[in-house]
């Protein structure tokens, strides 16, 4: 039974991920990619871990629905009404894909992994918090900083000089 | 189309108890407008805006040229099972909506003929239903005019462009210009009107949208049939500050109407309808009422936290821009929709206790002028906004098709220009980060 | 369900979003090909975790840090795709080396 | 009133569709009744839901220009199915489909997918004004998100528990609203939001012919509507089961009273309607980041005080 979902979700993480890049509409490239991370989110539940895989939903979806207004706002043809080619050095490409999806796929099959170590605990969530708490605060921590650092430096990318500094005239809302 | 079952009968009756309607108003079809409204509202039917949703397309006085066109778009545009219905004389308004609306309920789809156009990426299917209450009898051939690729017909939603590339589909990839962020985003033209919800019918401002901010608006005024008669300004009937507390209202209405108050909207149009019917009822008790929903429509907070500060005109535009009336009175209280929709509801209750404020003026400002200078004023305003602030300032202002059309201004005259204004606008931060203004290209129909 | 179907699910996606990384022109669809090799190691680390070393909660937080990651680099991301259509009107990869010159 | 919340058997996934779509029905007449606008016999109104639906069923297909008919679809059943999955964590009475660990991330989750499925929505058409609903249900998205991760996390700290139920049986003794009311009001108010109802309904806004529903036509927009009306009332019933006590009250049973402070609550939302003007996107972004943020995080810092100094003694 386990296996059966296993396989479906692993085939709709693997074919809407090369969906990604074989339709022609970005929006539809941008939700197929998040119909991957769904598949993706539903094998971490498979795996007991229910918060990670539901968080991993969350957070994907969220993204995609930004990142599809990024699509929109810069691609040329994001509807996919013109066909046209965004690709270049195809075969390369390929050819390199298919190296590394060989030279994976063999370290999988072929490494004699370790024995399990240990048992699933009952509740992984109450673990991975219990952890991110107590011996792995410092990892949280440095996370959080990095996060912030990232927030104050892609608006200082991204945002044209002055951008917040006040109109003269008024408090800076849209009348005119 | 062999299924018409009986099950089909009871939808179509059940379905006839929630009529849809869209309503267009022709020049001159104001009195026939304020009757279908009321009727409409007494069948438990609901007034829509938009052709998807509509079965019953009802057209208020008698549109010719561009605004007949559009008025086929829409007719096209809206699914079968539909009904049209023509109103020329507001006495027998609520007949013909009546019988309409039987129509629609008793034959399901008996008689329809349907037409299938299969275009090249799209389909449109057109069933129609009958077709009736014509009050011009020869008139038959309603343009059902297959689906044009009109910028106008309000809800064509028309995207053409300037030399852009072609696309399939007859679409054409969208012009590029620098937005105010400084990015270089697509530029699409939509017409707004001349059919829209809570719009002045006949209206059609045409705007160079960026994602939703408007960056540039050309206004232009769709003729139509012969002389219209200025329903608010010189009608006759009710006593003149009766009727011109039935304007305010109406705008008022309309105002709240495009803000999404569509409770308050409801009350201001019942007052309106009240003030015109009811002679006998006492001025006292009008105002009372008034008065009520002067506090009610004061006392939000949302209300006022959405209007205040925007399309504000000061003295200076009064001047400039040519203003009288009710929004040039308004640069006292500060000028901006707020104050309008203040000035309007202040000057309806003058009006009903000692008749209108400017008995030499219209409703909206010196005769034949009034209507033309507010058209100004949008089209002043709206540029730098985006779609829906833009809206709520055309509301604030409501010229009247009526108006601008009698004054002959309308047919051809230099469109007003907002693009002294130029696309570029930098006044800071809108407040949205990563929000509505952003752009999508070409792939608009 | 083995460790080693989990690692050929990973291998899969992981080749597929170098395949986009490598090929694609724009700036976004290449992030969107990072995208999906930081999916790869996800379910990666999820199957060493589960497989290997269940008890340690290690392997948990490491994911954590994995989704971070990948926010940081969509946010930093977008920022410079328009950092770059600003000051240029581009969002080619190659356009954007020919800047450089 | 001590037993703890049970998860009913496996085949009440199969009651838990049909009880959401009813109740969405049952939504859309007590919506008709609480509409201020016009003098209808109260029957009318009652009935409303049957003769929109008949009005859908009966309208033929249309299209416009050039959709994109897939993603269209797929953003139409989003926000009825987005209801149909939160209701699997919601409990009634103290039954409910799944006891999922972790039911409240899962229920942030699904409404996050309603991001994906409004924007489609008004992508799929491939029209102006629908595309503008579903930007600015983008922006608003942004402005309610945040308040509604920290209005959930609230109860979640005060039960140390992500799993619905628990949080249930954790307020046994007293509701959770009494000692956090802001992320109460601010839950439901996200609820709105995500439903795209009453001042949050710019994206379906008049000042844009409708918005995200403008070429939605027949059955397309039941879908919609009843999906905004399921939306509502699955929120109602989260709102109670976090704050309301779920089923906690006396002499009736507990089904009955989730049922009872469901209907309340979502009568309240309703009624929201007509009565409010909508709010624009801009000014509500504002007033989301700048004051409601912050009392949020002020509420959950009050919230985890007690929890601490409780779970101390």
Not at chain 2, 186 to 193: F, I, P, Q, R, T
Not at chain 4, 246 to 252: E, H, S
Request: hydrophobic content about 50%.
């Amino acid at each position: 039974m386990t296996l059966a979902v296993f396989i479906v979700l692993a085939v709709i993480a693997i074919a809407s991920g090369v969906a990604v890049f074989v339709v022609d509409s970005m929006a539809r490239a941008t939700f197929a990619l998040a119909a991957s991370f769904v598949a993706v989110g539903g094998e971490l539940i498979l795996l007991t871990l229910d918060y990670l895989g539901v968080v991993t939903i969350l957070m994907m979806v969220m993204e995609m629905a930004i990142m599809v207004v990024f699509m929109v706002m810069f691609m040329m043809n994001p509807a996919g009404l013109m066909p046209m080619s965004m690709l270049h050095n195809t075969r390369g490409a390929l050819t390199i894909a298919a190296g590394t999806f060989l030279l994976l796929g063999a370290a999988a099959v072929l490494v004699p992994w370790p024995a399990r170590r240990g048992t699933v605990p009952a509740d992984p969530t109450r673990a991975i918090g219990e952890a991110i708490m107590g011996p792995q605060m410092p990892v949280m921590v440095g996370i959080s900083a990095l996060l912030f650092a990232t927030i104050v430096s892609a608006l200082v990318l991204a945002v044209p000089h002055g951008r917040y500094d006040q109109p003269a005239h008024d408090s800076g809302e849209t009348d005119r | 189309m062999g299924l018409r079952t009986s099950a089909q009968r009871l939808l179509a009756g059940w379905a006839a108890r929630r009529p849809h309607v869209l309503l267009v108003t022709a020049p001159g079809g104001t009195a026939a407008r304020l009757a279908v409204e009321a009727q409409a509202r007494a069948l438990g039917g609901v007034l829509t805006g938009e052709p998807a949703d509509a079965d019953v397309l009802v057209v208020a006085g008698s549109p010719d040229g561009e605004l007949a066109d559009a008025v086929g778009v829409l007719w096209s545009q809206i699914p079968a099972p539909k009904v049209r219905v023509d109103v020329l004389d507001s006495a027998r308004a609520a007949a013909l909506l009546s019988a309409g609306i039987h129509r629609l309920a008793s034959t399901p789809d008996a008689g329809a003929e349907s037409t299938e156009q299969v275009e090249p990426m799209g389909e449109h299917v057109h069933q129609q239903e009958a077709e009736m209450g014509h009050e011009h009898g020869g008139d038959g051939g309603h343009g059902h005019g297959g689906h044009t690729d009109a910028e106008q017909g309000g809800h064509e939603h028309g995207g053409h462009d300037h030399g852009g590339m072609q696309m399939p589909g007859g679409l054409m990839m969208a012009d590029r210009a620098p937005d105010r962020d400084g990015l270089k985003l697509d530029v699409l033209h939509v017409a707004l009107g001349p059919v829209l919800p809570a719009w002045p019918s006949g209206l059609v401002i045409d705007v160079e949208l960026q994602g939703d901010v408007v960056q540039g608006a050309e206004v232009r005024v769709l003729a139509g049939a012969g002389d219209a008669m200025r329903f608010w300004a010189d009608g006759t009937g009710v006593a003149a500050g009766r009727r011109r507390a039935a304007a305010h209202l109406d705008s008022v209405g309309r105002l709240l109407e495009v803000a999404g108050w569509s409770g308050a909207a409801d009350r201001a149009r019942g007052q309106r309808d009240v003030l015109l019917t009811e002679t006998g009822e006492p001025v006292g008790e009008a105002r009372e009422e008034l008065r009520r929903l002067r506090r009610r429509v004061e006392r939000s907070w949302g209300l006022r936290r959405s209007l205040a500060g925007l399309g504000r005109l000061g003295h200076g535009d009064v001047s400039r821009l040519g203003l009288s009336g009710p929004a040039a009175r308004a640069a006292e209280r500060g000028g901006d929709v707020w104050a309008r929709l203040q000035t309007w509801l202040v000057e309806a209750d003058l009006a009903l206790s000692s008749g209108p404020v400017a008995p030499a003026e219209g409703p909206r400002g010196r005769p034949g002028r009034g209507s033309d200078a507010l058209v100004a004023a949008a089209a002043h305003l709206m540029p730098g906004l985006d779609l829906g602030d833009a809206r709520l300032v055309v509301a604030s202002l409501d010229p009247d098709p009526d108006d601008l059309h009698s004054t002959g201004v309308a047919g051809d005259r230099d469109p007003h220009s907002g693009h002294g204004e130029n696309g570029h606008h930098d006044e800071g931060p809108h407040g949205m980060p990563g929000g509505t203004n952003h752009q999508h290209d070409g792939h608009v129909a | 369900m083995t460790l080693q179907l989990f690692l050929l699910l990973a291998a899969a996606l992981f080749a597929i979003g170098v395949f986009g990384a490598l090929s694609q022109q724009s700036v976004v669809m290449v992030m969107m090909g990072l995208e999906l090799m930081v999916n790869a190691v996800i379910v990666a680390a999820a199957a060493f975790w589960y497989f290997l070393a269940p008890a340690a909660p290690d392997g948990q937080v490491l994911l954590l840090v994995v989704i971070s990651a990948m926010t940081v680099e969509m946010a930093m991301g977008f920022a410079v795709a328009t950092l770059l259509f600003r000051a240029s009107d581009v969002d080619m990869t190659d356009m954007a080396a020919e800047l450089k010159r | 009133m001590t037993s703890l919340v049970q998860q009913a058997p496996a085949w009440s996934v199969l009651v838990a569709v049909p009880l959401v779509l009813c109740a969405a029905v049952l939504a859309g007449s007590l919506d008709a009744v609480l509409d201020p606008r016009g003098e209808l016999p109260l029957r009318a109104r009652l009935l409303r839901p049957v003769y929109e639906a008949s009005r859908s069923l009966l309208v033929q297909r249309r299209s416009t220009t050039a959709p994109d008919r897939l993603l269209w679809a797929v953003g139409v059943v989003t926000p009825l199915l987005v209801a149909v999955l939160m209701a699997q964590v919601v409990p009634l009475g103290f039954a409910v489909v799944s006891d999922l660990g972790v039911g409240l991330v899962w229920f942030n989750a699904m409404d996050v997918l309603l991001w994906a499925g409004w924007w489609l929505a008004g992508w799929g058409p491939n029209s102006v004004y629908s595309l503008i609903g579903g930007y600015r249900f983008l922006a608003q998205a942004l402005a309610y998100e945040l308040p509604l991760m920290f209005a959930l996390t609230a109860p979640a700290v005060a039960a140390s528990s992500l799993s619905v139920p628990q949080i249930v049986a954790a307020q046994q003794g007293r509701w959770f609203i009494v000692q956090m009311p802001l992320a109460a009001v601010v839950f439901a108010a996200a609820v709105a939001a995500f439903a795209a109802w009453g001042p949050f309904a710019h994206p379906v806004g008049q000042d844009i012919a409708g918005g995200l529903l403008v070429e939605q036509s027949g059955p397309a927009r039941l879908l919609l509507r009843w999906g905004q009306y399921a939306l509502l009332v699955v929120g109602s019933a989260m709102t109670v089961a976090l704050f309301l006590g779920g089923g906690a009250g006396p002499l009736l049973p507990p089904w009955l009273w989730t049922l009872l402070k469901s209907a309340a609550v979502l009568a309240v939302l309703l009624a929201m309607r007509h009565r409010m003007p909508v709010w624009r996107p801009d000014r509500l972004m504002r007033l989301a980041w700048l004051v409601v943020l912050p009392l949020v995080l002020a509420q959950l810092l009050v919230v985890s005080v007690l929890a601490a100094a409780g779970g101390g003694s």
